[in-house]
């Protein structure tokens, strides 16, 4: 962990959104994350791809632009909501989700090259054919974006899911 809540911050903690680079654990952390909240969890990829079909296809069909105003559409919906919902590593470029995400609590969730190439494995990603390369200086563009838009920041590199998700928990239950 390395931030908190300002003082004062009123803001409900819902939705409860996760950002951060691919293989963070976005989607794992905060499935639990919800759980232990006992609120309903919305992941916009896996939304993503039950509308329109796997990401990878999306992109080779229609393109990353094509990808991203659909995502758009489909993280505004999910904002509209409460709960806890994991955004796409690449959402947080648009600028009008950047202004969405201003009004929210954000959870930046962030991984080292090392402990991402184990995650990432032999995973299609259509943003990563050349491997680990690509990540890092994907990460790297992104990096800025994800710290100016984060509540909070924890790192996903070392230590077990659960207890990252624990952590989340007990941080969204002292300032509720």
């Given amino acids: 962990m390395s931030a908190d809540i300002p003082a004062g911050d009123e803001r409900s903690p819902y939705p409860l959104v996760f950002i951060g680079p691919m293989a963070a654990g976005k989607s794992k952390i905060g499935r639990r994350a919800a759980r232990g909240l006992g609120v309903p969890f919305v992941d916009t990829d896996k939304l ?8 990878s296809e999306i992109f080779a069909r229609e393109g990353e632009d094509y990808f991203r105003v659909i995502e758009r559409g489909i993280v505004a919906d999910a904002l509209s909501q409460t709960g806890v919902v994991s955004l796409g590593g690449g959402a947080v470029l648009d600028s009008a ?14 991984v080292n090259a090392r402990a991402a190439s184990r995650r990432i494995g032999g995973k299609k990603r259509p943003l990563l054919s050349g491997g680990i390369a690509d990540w890092e200086r994907i990460f790297t563009q992104r990096r800025p974006i994800y710290e100016a838009l984060s509540t909070i920041h924890f790192d996903t590199s070392h230590r077990p899911i659960s207890t990252i998700a624990d952590e989340i928990v007990t941080w969204v239950r002292k300032r509720s």
């Fill in 48 to 55: 993503i791809v039950a509308r329109y079909g796997p990401i």
């Fill in 97 to 110: 989700t950047q202004a969405d995400l201003a009004e929210h609590t954000v959870v930046y969730l962030s």
